[in-house]
């Protein structure tokens, strides 16, 4: 490439003051072509997967870190030649992060330009990587740990990386490998069990890869070793084992780093727990009306092709219980010794992910009207299923809500999320027999639990919120007099 240079892309901080971020794809390899603006790879932080454009054109020279790399901030990823003036080999991280919605800029903009992320540059420690090689040496992947967690959580192939087109550029030597296909939690087997996507045989429809050649390779590699003391002379005295040991048992243990969302996840239920004193109340309540409610809106042209269930009115019930009891809302400021009272609800709704547990919030969901509530919370799940929840969407709430009734259970005891002093966990709904107008008739029931912070939050206070909240499910129509 004629007048070319070496600029470095550094490890940005996406998530307001983290220090590191691991690598989790790389979409473009040595070699290819990108342009300003292209996603080359995802990271992962301590809150959300994030995609990192390239802000500049040009040609890969190096990826300086596989998949699965920690690597810290302002730590160089990846050397892409560019054309135009001089530039230096390695870039200084610039002294303020670019305007959110920076224009194109030309190939001859000073070195100093970095991609356009929140909070850049700083950090200038040595990385952490993990005991992995990469993909492309089979025999050191088969030696190498078995044990691999934290894997993205995008089952759909990147896009193909485009060809180079500047006719200076050297031809590789060989063509990338393409990408296996596999669904997210297909992937994430795999890397738990320490298996290379490219060594499996997909047997699924268009080439995908299934859990079931996941197990199969697992096996194929382990045959082999079973199998080798059988080769030996055997000592004849050494009986024969009776029986082949299980399938389960061939893997005796797995170890998965903690790091990423579930290392975040677990300090801050620590820190909640150890913290704030906790209390925790129950109620059982009979929500036939509110199923019943949930099947009418279902019919209602005003909620056509948004998610209606019975969360969603759980999550109105909780906002009206607030509004009945303000001071619920709040939060404890230890360094000022005061009670923060909130005069807004950003409301937490608590969503398993492959990465962990994540809580994303409606920001003032208190001013929502019942059809923009389940827009927001059909976003903010689907969102969260695909692993695109931002940093911010996990930041600010003031109050939560956990469902643990979507996996059978009856109720729980919820953790506080830190900074919060109230979280509602709901059980799953059942048809129980129930006292209804003095007879005994089928009816759907459920069980809710506030835990709540004592410190802020007496018993009166926590009872009144979690009864409204049951009301309000008892009896929908209360959602009209009281809002």
């Known amino acids: 490439m004629t007048n070319a240079s070496v600029r470095e892309f550094k490890m940005p901080d996406v998530g307001e003051g983290l220090t590191e971020a691991e690598i ?25 997967a994030v995609e990192l454009p390239i802000p500049y054109d040009g040609v890969v020279r190096a990826l300086h870190f596989p998949e699965g790399t920690t690597v810290d901030v302002g730590t160089s990823i990846i050397a892409v030649e560019v054309a135009g003036g001089a530039a230096p080999a390695q870039e200084e991280a610039p002294a303020a992060p670019a305007p959110a919605a920076e224009p194109e800029r030309p190939a001859e903009q000073p070195a100093a330009r970095q991609p356009v992320l929140v909070g850049y540059g700083v950090a200038t420690s040595s990385t952490r990587r993990r005991p992995r090689k990469q993909a492309q040496d089979p025999a050191a992947q088969q030696a190498a740990s078995a044990v691999q967690s934290e894997l993205n959580g995008h089952g759909a192939a990147p896009p193909a990386p485009a060809a180079p087109v500047a006719p200076a550029a050297p031809a590789s030597s060989a063509a990338p490998a393409q990408r296996p296909l596999a669904k997210p939690p297909v992937r994430k087997l795999a890397k738990d069990l320490g298996v290379d996507l490219a060594t499996v045989t997909p047997t699924g429809p268009d080439g995908v890869i299934t859990r079931d050649d996941v197990h199969a390779a697992v096996a194929a590699a382990q045959a082999p070793r079973q199998a080798a003391p059988a080769a030996q002379p055997a000592a004849p005295a050494a ?59 279902k019919q209602d042209k005003e909620f056509a092709g948004l998610r209606v269930n019975p969360l969603l009115l759980i999550a109105k019930a909780l906002l009206v219980a607030i509004r009945r009891n303000p001071d619920i809302n709040a939060s404890w400021d230890e360094a000022a010794q005061e009670i923060v009272v909130k005069h807004y609800v950003n409301l937490g709704i608590a969503a398993a992910t492959p990465r962990g547990l994540i809580v994303p919030n409606i920001k003032d ?99 009144k919120v979690l009864a409204d909240v049951a009301a309000v499910l008892e009896q929908p129509k209360r959602l009209i007099t009281w809002a």
Not at 28 to 41: I, K, L, N
Not at 422 to 428: C, D, F, M
């Open 365 to 463: 969901a208190h001013a929502k009207t019942l059809p923009e509530l389940a827009a927001s919370l059909g976003d903010l799940v689907s969102t969260a299923r695909e692993g695109r929840t931002s940093p911010s969407a996990m930041q600010g709430g003031t109050v939560t809500i956990t469902n643990v009734g979507v996996f059978g259970v009856d109720t729980g005891t919820p953790i506080l999320n830190p900074g919060e002093s109230a979280i509602l966990a709901v059980g799953a709904i059942k048809l129980q027999p129930w006292v209804h107008k003095g007879k005994v008739k089928p009816r759907q029931v459920t069980t809710l639990a506030l835990s709540f912070d004592h410190r802020l939050v007496d018993g009166e206070l926590g009872s």
């Open 24 to 48: 989790l794809k790389w979409y473009v390899q040595p070699g290819d072509t990108v342009t300003d603006g292209q996603v080359v790879c995802e990271v992962e932080t301590a809150k959300a």
């Open 239 to 297: 009986p024969a084992p009776s029986a082949a040991p299980a399938a389960y048992d061939s893997v005796r243990e797995t170890r998965i780093p903690v790091k990423g969302v579930r290392k975040a996840t677990a300090a801050a239920m620590v820190g909640s727990a150890f913290t704030a004193p906790h209390v925790t109340e129950f109620v059982t309540v009979d929500v036939t009306r509110t199923m019943k409610l949930v099947e009418e809106l």
